[in-house]
């Protein structure tokens, strides 16, 4: 151990070193000869501390240098010393990483550290990694925004502290659970770790007033400023009473500063004064990190422009360029100049609001575009799913501003290049994350060793998925695992994924290309208070269009009328035909949808849970409910997530032959029995030949499986659960076992359709940008062309009828979704079917989503159509052959 001691001691004096560039060099810099000597002499420790001791012009040149070693070295370490030597190359490498600006390429050296350091645990001192892996790492990953990971890492690192008994380093692990948690929105259990971290820490250190900064924060946020500003004036007083020489509270007191300045925003003098005292640190006293100092410049002109001052605004967000993109004129940046880093991307915005302000809207639309690659590839380096949908709601304001300038600027010039913008922020805005992982069935289908890596992950991700769900315990190790498996799939991916810039673009044209005849697509885009509308065909935009948006109103109808059951529709019919008017004139009142055409909707927002089908098309109300003008009435509607996410529908190989469908009526585990679930399998068969029918005990998990890779239609009548439903992970309920929806990522093949004639199969969690997390949403993602899926309760009496049509109608059409909207309006024609049986909330619950051509039911029924065609062509020859020929003579 004492030699083990030794080596931290050295990853402390090269950290040191790099810190203050050569002053503390205390041993003669080698040349590029001793590397070669140590080669020839097969000493690698002494050549990994030679490369860590080379000198530099600059830290983004040092940082290159030691990530050339960590390629270059001939031979893996072996040895006790080479292996700590090693450890301390790939943390040196993250440190001048950091220093650079390179923050994502520093993640990635502390990452490896990290995992050098857990393969070598018997060697490496835990101080060590504390100190100088787990910290800067959690740290990074805050300042990327991938706050899951951050909280992950931060946790190891605390119980590294409470395993070394160290109350100072407990105490400032707290303090970055505390930032990372107020980060997460999570600002009571951010007070909470501050007050943790402060019974630990001594009262008069940094680490104390840094705790106290970080609780400021917290009451900023839930807007109790006078605690706000209490506890940032505290952090300031004890911070500048720390020694000179602490480099680290000269930082913090730094940070404090602007921090303050945030808090005092609502008074600007002020405000500026804080950030003045920030500027006027000498930098050798805070040891200024670039990044910081990029901020501090941000905060300036932010708060020029909060006094409505865009031109004194620009010089400090040019000064913030500079750093951020060193060289570059931000005015003149290409896709190629932009990668993944917050503060860049909150530049890029702020200034484009500036030139906005100057209107000058081509330069802030570009600035737009540039600031939404920066997100994208931000989003990337994130490995939780939380913490990128978190990016994808906090990037929707910035969405919406600029498509509302984008707009205004199409209706002053009439340019319809700004149409073209308006499309492609809408479309760029929605589904992205549904996006990527319908693209992954095709990025990761390789053979090369880094493909099979990452499906041989996938699978252990799901092997630890089910079994911590399994388990009747809380099993912290299985969850430990599932991340660790999470992060080594992350990287695997960034390494496979293309440059910024160089991804393939799916062009509109190509989109528009697949649509049928008389098939035209509306996609919406919901503001807080505006709805845009664009219309296309094969042609192209059709129109665009703008108007007010109650998005309260659209929640209302949807949870009064649906999913709070039918009672409210039943109790006062007439209340919801007006509702349901007033909503159909908001979104089609200015562009009716007309008969003959086939429409496919991408909804956005709020709009994503509301029943189309369901609304009515005339303001006159009319007592008998089967004569109501229903859209479904009007026009055949399909829905789709995003004009992407279609494109990739339309094109995915599926299972083209067989039928498979599971029925479970008598449930297990105390779950209530289904009614209708026999009487709908009895109406379907008439309709289905050669079908593989699964009832109750035969509906098992396994035959489920094999069912998805075999047949191209897997219907499923049974139970299911969503997030919604307090279900930790949403899953289809089969006789002997769930089926969760995260083992869809494990197969290889796909049907063309599925059927989930399940509750509320259709509906599920509202992700802002996203769009409705659902049973129907996991199918697509996992590969599956078309979906049929319930948005709220399917009621017992209508499923089987509605499902006997469906199936008796699809042979019969080309469109899917046709055979859908008949198997409605047959229910609704139905003189067997009471006028209250005919609202919408019995009819309306299924809907459509995807590929509506991806499905012949009975491909083989077809053929013998032609025979019937073709059989009388050999006669008519024979007969027109017959009537040339001289007649035959007969003698007596």
């Not at 789709?640 to 449930?667: D, H, I």
Request: aromatic residues 10%; glycine residues 4%.
């Amino acid at each position: 151990m004492a030699e083990v001691r030794s080596y931290i001691a050295l990853i402390k004096n090269r950290l040191l070193l790099i810190a203050v560039a050569r002053l503390f060099i205390c041993w003669q810099n080698p040349d590029t000869t001793a590397f070669k000597q140590y080669r020839d002499r097969n000493q690698l420790t002494e050549w990994i501390y030679a490369q860590i001791q080379y000198p530099a012009a600059s830290p983004t040149a040092k940082a290159l240098q030691l990530k050339q070693a960590t390629v270059s070295a001939w031979r893996p370490p072996a040895s006790t010393a080479e292996i700590q030597a090693w450890l301390d190359l790939l943390i040196n490498q993250g440190y001048t990483l950091l220093q650079s600006g390179d923050i994502i390429s520093s993640t990635d050296a502390y990452q490896q550290a990290f995992e050098w350091g857990r393969q070598h645990s018997a060697i490496v001192d835990p101080s060590g990694v504390l100190e100088f892996i787990l910290k800067p790492l959690g740290n990074n990953y805050t300042r990327l925004g991938d706050y899951e990971q951050a909280l992950f890492i931060h946790r190891i690192a605390l119980e590294f502290a409470r395993e070394l008994d160290d109350r100072q380093a407990m105490a400032a692990t707290y303090s970055n659970l505390a930032n990372t948690a107020a980060n997460m929105g999570q600002l009571q259990q951010s007070l909470e770790y501050c007050r943790e971290g402060a019974l630990l820490a001594d009262k008069r250190s940094a680490t104390y007033g840094l705790l106290l900064s970080e609780q400021a924060d917290a009451c900023q946020q839930l807007q109790q400023y006078a605690a706000a500003k209490q506890s940032i004036q505290q952090s300031i007083a004890i911070l500048r009473q720390q020694p000179a020489s602490n480099q680290e509270a000269a930082h913090w007191l730094f940070m404090a500063y602007q921090q303050a300045g945030d808090i005092y925003l609502s008074t600007p003098t002020t405000a500026a004064q804080y950030y003045q005292l920030a500027a006027a640190m000498p930098e050798s006293k805070r040891a200024l990190r670039r990044r910081e100092q990029a901020r501090l410049f941000l905060r300036m002109g932010k708060l020029q422009l909060t006094l409505q001052q865009p031109r004194k605004a620009l010089p400090w967000l040019d000064s913030c360029a500079h750093i951020l993109l060193s060289g570059k004129d931000i005015r003149h940046l290409n896709i190629r100049d932009i990668y993944g880093e917050y503060t860049l991307l909150d530049l890029l915005f702020t200034t484009a609001t500036a030139y906005q302000s100057l209107q000058e809207p081509a330069t802030a639309l570009t600035l737009y575009r540039l600031c939404f690659a920066a997100e994208r590839e931000l989003r990337h380096q994130y490995i939780s799913s939380s913490s990128k949908e978190t990016a994808i709601s906090d990037s929707r304001y910035r969405y919406e501003t600029a498509i509302s300038l984008a707009w205004n600027s199409w209706q002053t010039t009439h340019d319809k290049a700004y149409q073209q913008t308006i499309l492609q922020f809408m479309e760029n805005s929605k589904s992205q994350l549904l996006w990527e992982e319908m693209q992954q069935q095709t990025h990761y289908s390789g053979n090369d060793s880094i493909h099979k890596r990452i499906r041989l992950l996938e699978q252990a991700q799901l092997y630890y998925r089910k079994e911590a769900l399994q388990s009747d315990r809380n099993d912290s190790l299985l969850q430990l695992r599932e991340q660790r498996v999470a992060w080594d799939l992350a990287t695997l991916r960034k390494k496979i994924r293309p440059a910024p810039g160089a991804e393939s673009e799916v062009s509109t044209d190509s989109i528009l290309r697949l649509l049928a005849p008389r098939q035209l697509i509306r996609t919406f885009f919901t503001g807080n208070h505006t709805l845009y509308t664009v219309e296309l065909d094969r042609n192209g935009i059709r129109y665009i269009d703008s108007s007010a948006m109650d998005r309260n109103a659209v929640a209302h109808f949807k949870q009064q009328y649906f999913e709070a059951g039918p009672q409210a529709m039943l109790n006062n019919p007439k209340a919801y035909y007006n509702a349901a008017y007033g909503l159909y004139t908001q979104l089609f009142a200015r562009h009716p949808l007309q008969a003959g055409n086939t429409y496919l909707l991408m909804p956005d927002g709020v709009l994503s849970t509301l029943p189309m089908e369901a609304l009515v098309t005339a303001p006159t109300y009319k007592p008998t409910i089967g004569l109501w003008p229903f859209l479904v009435k009007q026009a055949t509607v399909s829905y789709a997530y995003s004009l992407r996410t279609w494109w990739l529908q339309m094109q995915a190989p599926a299972n083209r032959q067989g039928f498979s469908g599971f029925f479970v009526s008598q449930q297990q585990a105390g779950l209530s029995d289904l009614a209708g679930v026999k009487k709908e399998k009895e109406g379907m068969m008439p309709a289905i030949s050669n079908g593989s029918w699964y009832v109750n005990e035969q509906a098992s998990s396994a035959e489920f499986r094999q069912a998805l890779t075999r047949s191209a239609v897997v219907h499923i009548s049974t139970h299911a659960f969503l997030k919604k439903d307090s279900s930790n992970a949403p899953h289809i309920m089969l006789y002997d076992a769930p089926f969760y929806l995260f083992e869809l990522s494990g197969l290889t093949q796909h049907p063309a359709m599925v059927v989930l004639s399940a509750c509320k199969t259709g509906d599920g969690r509202l992700v802002t940008g996203e769009g409705i997390q659902s049973m129907a949403h996991a199918f697509m993602a996992g590969g599956t062309p078309a979906v049929v899926a319930a948005s709220w309760n399917v009621n017992d009496a209508t499923a089987p009828l509605l499902m006997q049509q469906f199936y008796a109608q699809l042979p019969k059409q080309t469109n899917a979704a046709v055979a859908l909207q008949q198997a409605k309006l047959s229910w609704l024609k139905d003189p067997g079917v009471t006028d209250m049986h005919k609202l919408p909330y019995y009819w309306a619950a299924l809907s459509f989503q995807g590929n509506t051509q991806a499905i012949a039911l009975h491909p083989s029924r077809h053929y013998w159509y032609w025979w019937l065609l073709l059989l009388p062509i050999p006669m008519l020859i024979w007969l027109h052959i017959r009537k040339k020929r001289p007649a035959t003579q007969f003698s007596a």
